[in-house]
C-alpha cells in the first residue's frame, strides 16, 4: 500500500508527501527486495503457523559482528550475578553487541559507567545503544524529558553511539497534533544527541501502529515518521510488535481495512533504522496480538526473509544492528543460547 495515508489533514499529507519523496524509487525497492512475498504480506496474510523458512546454503543470514542482545531479556541474571558473569556467557553464546537496559546489577554490586564500559569492552562486546524513559511527572526522573544533559551525559561516558527510548510518544495524548507535539520533542533530543556523535531512537509496541483519536485515518506512527527529521530521530523497530501491530490494527475504527506490511516500512526508508529487536512469537488469532512470544527460533515470524531483505538494501550489512529479546524468557540464559544459535544458523536462500 502507499506509504502516504488517506488523511484529512492537508498538512500531515503534505509533510508525507514531502518526508517520501523517494517513495517510487523505495517502493520498487521494496518490491524487488520482498518479490511475490510482499502482495501476501501487504495485503494481511499471516505466516503459516508452524512452517520454518528453508535453511538455504548461501551467506549467513546476519552480516558479521551484528549479533546483539538487548539486556532487559537478562535483566535477573544482571542482577544476580552482575555484569561480568552475563557478559562472559554472552561472549561465548557469540554474542558482538549488548543493548543496555540500565546500568546498575542489583545484588552484583555498585559499579560506575566507567567499569561498565571497561567490563562490557574487556569481553569482547560492543555497546550499541540504551533504552532511557521519555518523560515523567518527577522532575528528578532519569528521563530525556526531565534529565536530557544528564542522559547524554552518561551515553557519552559509556561510549554509545545510540540513545533511545522504549516509550511511545504519548505525552499529549492520541491526536495528531499531541503527536506532533512528541516529534518536536524528539527532534530536539535528536538535535543534542547529533553533537555529542550519537543518534536518538525510539523503539516501538504494538500502539503506535494505532490510528488517532481525532483522525481515524491516520495512522500515529505515520505521524511519528512525517514529524520527525531522519536526520535527528531514527527508529528501533520491534519486529514482533510490528506484526502484532499489523494484526491488531489492520482495520481502521470503522472497520475498514488498512493493512501494512512493517519490513514494507523499513525498505522504504532504511537509513531511518539502525537497530532491530528480533522477537519470535507463535501466531495464535485468539491472542490479543495475534501471536504468543516464544523464544527465537521457534516462532513464526520468518526473520530468514526479514534479515536478508534488508541486508540486501545499500549498505544493509554495515549499517543494521540486530538485537535478540524476550520479554520474560521461562530461562533467561537459555534463551540467550538458543537465539544465537539460530540466528547465525540462517542462511540466504539459493538463487
Not at 154 to 170: E, F, N, R, V
Not at 270 to 283: A, N, S, T, W
Amino acid at each position: 500500500m502507499p506509504r502516504t495515508p488517506r488523511t484529512t489533514d492537508p498538512e500531515l499529507a503534505r509533510t508525507l508527501s514531502r518526508r517520501n519523496m523517494l517513495g517510487v524509487a523505495a517502493g520498487a525497492t521494496a518490491a524487488a527486495l520482498l518479490g511475490g512475498a510482499t502482495t501476501a504480506s501487504a495485503a494481511g496474510t499471516a505466516p503459516v503457523p508452524g512452517t520454518a523458512p528453508a535453511a538455504g546454503r548461501g551467506r549467513p543470514v546476519l552480516p558479521p559482528g551484528r549479533l546483539g542482545i538487548q539486556l532487559y531479556s537478562l535483566r535477573d541474571k544482571v542482577s544476580t550475578l552482575g555484569f561480568a558473569r552475563v557478559f562472559e556467557e554472552l561472549r561465548r553464546f557469540g554474542y558482538d553487541e549488548v543493548e543496555y537496559a540500565g546500568y546498575s546489577q542489583g545484588s552484583a554490586g555498585p559499579l560506575t559507567l566507567a567499569q561498565l564500559r571497561r567490563l562490557t569492552r574487556d569481553h569482547g562486546l560492543r555497546a550499541i545503544g540504551s533504552h532511557v524513559g521519555y518523560y515523567s511527572d518527577d522532575p528528578g526522573a532519569y528521563t530525556f524529558a526531565q534529565n536530557l544533559t544528564k542522559v547524554l551525559d552518561d551515553a557519552q561516558a559509556l561510549g554509545l553511539k545510540h540513545i533511545g527510548t522504549a516509550s511511545g510518544p504519548w505525552r499529549y495524548g492520541a491526536t495528531v497534533d499531541g503527536w506532533k507535539r512528541c516529534a518536536e520533542e524528539f527532534n530536539h533530543y535528536g538535535a543534542e544527541a547529533r553533537k555529542r556523535g550519537m543518534k536518538f531512537y525510539q523503539h516501538n509496541h504494538a500502539e503506535e501502529f494505532s490510528f488517532a483519536t481525532d483522525r481515524p485515518d491516520v495512522r500515529l506512527y505515520d505521524v511519528l515518521l512525517a514529524e520527525t527529521d531522519p536526520d535527528l530521530v531514527y527508529l528501533e523497530m520491534d519486529v514482533y510488535w510490528a506484526y502484532a501491530g499489523r494484526f491488531r490494527f489492520g482495520r481502521r475504527p470503522d472497520g475498514t481495512p488498512a493493512p501494512f506490511d512493517p519490513l514494507a516500512y523499513v525498505l522504504e526508508q532504511p537509513d531511518r533504522y539502525p537497530l532491530f529487536h528480533v522477537k519470535d512469537g507463535e501466531r495464535d488469532d485468539t491472542a490479543r496480538d495475534g501471536y504468543r512470544m516464544v523464544d527465537v527460533g521457534d516462532g513464526d515470524i520468518d526473520y530468514q526473509r526479514f534479515i536478508s531483505a534488508v541486508t540486501r538494501t545499500h549498505g544493509g550489512r554495515r549499517d543494521h544492528h540486530w538485537q535478540a529479546e524476550h520479554d520474560n524468557p521461562a530461562e533467561s540464559l537459555t534463551f540467550a543460547r538458543k537465539a544465537a544459535s539460530h540466528l547465525r544458523s540462517l542462511r540466504e536462500k539459493d538463487c
